[in-house]
């Protein structure tokens, strides 16, 4: 089983290969499933082809990862909670 922060540079990894122009990337979450199969990590990001990263705005990205071989199963959209 690979550790957490293996997952974590795999997905770091994984997002930068796919998403051209990453900047300031950060971690948000991590989880490990239930049954220990799969990471869950949460990455936030902004680009520089984005016009909307200017002001702040940042994508969020979770990326599900088999804890048994490392592979990449999922990449989705993570929308981040609302603050009050």
Do not use: C, H
């Not at 997002?15 to 971690?27: A, H, K, P, T, V």
């Amino acid at each position: 089983m690979i550790g957490v922060k293996e997952a974590v540079k795999i997905a770091s990894e994984f997002l930068s290969g796919i998403f051209e122009e990453i900047y300031d990337l950060r971690l948000e979450e991590v989880e490990l499933s239930d049954k220990e199969d799969f990471w869950y990590i949460t990455l936030s990001f902004k680009l520089r082809t984005d016009p909307a990263a200017l002001t702040g705005a940042r994508q969020y990205k979770k990326v599900k990862i088999n804890a048994d071989t490392g592979q990449v199963q999922s990449v989705k959209i993570r929308v981040p909670a609302q603050e009050n």
